[in-house]
């Protein structure tokens, strides 16, 4: 076992009866495009092919994609790349693709900047269905007010609908994780955000001193009179904190600040 490989690679690759009930969460049907990130030995590829789909999978370490290669590279609706997702032309595969599937067990250290990414683009798919460990799908899935909102819950929840689908445990993994994962599905909002430049680094300011009042949370990246004034403008409680604002509160509050309508 290459140790260093798979601690690189985030490997931690699924057994098999776990593997076939994640791949059936995935309502993608025959002829239907799905991209696969993160496939390493094709736990949950082997499934979704033999259903039918038109599956692409994007994976980083060459000896997965020999493996894969030598499993399915007789299969016609089999189609691998070999790249750094966060590198792979995103929009380029949305735009030759008609709605695809997104989904992966993906690599515990990249996910939260693989989700990121996808959110301004999951419109144009027909949702992410897929892995992450649990304390960033509860992170992801949360709603204001609950203990695990923040920024990433706004950034998420401005594009999608989220939903935890099932809470995996270490032991159904080789090599066992020491935390544990979760399915999540994300579907595309009907009305998502129109989030203009700079909004998402505001929401991430305004949690920077979560615990503190909004008026003071921000630190030093905002001028605190002008959150003060945004704050009394949208009459606000003076005692609102970040994690009480819904994302559209958190868009009507920057539009404040900024001096947009
Ligand atoms: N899907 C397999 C399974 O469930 O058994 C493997 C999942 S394993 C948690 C994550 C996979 O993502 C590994 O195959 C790893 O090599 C791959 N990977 C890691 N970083 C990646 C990246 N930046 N882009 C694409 N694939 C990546």
Redesign the pocket.
């Known amino acids: 076992m290459d140790r260093a490989r798979r601690r690189k ?6 057994d098999v009866p776990t ?1 076939i009930a994640i791949a059936g969460d995935l309502p993608a049907n025959e002829g239907e495009a799905v991209l696969e ?5 094709g ?2 590829t082997e499934h979704l092919l033999n259903r039918g789909v038109e599956l692409t999978a ?4 060459e000896q ?1 994609v020999d493996v894969l290669n030598g499993k399915f590279g007789d299969r016609k609706n089999f189609h691998i790349t070999n ?4 590198k792979f032309d995103l929009q380029g595969f949305l735009d030759a693709h008609e709605k695809p599937w997104v989904t ?5 250290n ?1 996910s939260t900047a693989i989700i990121a990414g996808l959110m301004p683009r999951l419109h144009l798919t027909k949702g992410f269905m897929g892995m992450v460990q649990l304390e960033v799908a509860e992170r992801i899935c949360a709603a204001p007010c609950s203990s695990n909102y923040g920024s990433l819950s706004v950034l998420v929840s401005a594009f999608a609908d989220t939903q935890i689908l099932r809470k995996i445990g270490p032991e159904h993994f080789t090599p066992k994780p020491n935390v544990d994962s979760a399915t999540m599905l994300l579907t595309p909002r009907a009305n998502a955000l129109q989030a203009p430049e700079g909004f998402f680094d505001f929401v991430r300011a305004a949690f920077t001193q979560k615990r503190k009042t909004l008026s003071n949370s921000f630190g030093k990246a905002y001028d605190k009179k002008k959150i003060q004034e945004a704050i009394e403008v949208l009459d606000y409680p003076a005692t609102v904190r970040a994690e009480e604002l819904s994302p559209e509160q958190f868009l009507e509050f920057y539009r404040v600040i900024v001096g947009e309508n």
């Open positions: 690679f985030g490997q931690n690759f699924l593997a990130i993160g496939p390493g030995h736990a949950l994007v994976e980083i370490d997965c790249i750094d997702f966060l992966g067990n993906l690599p515990y990249v």
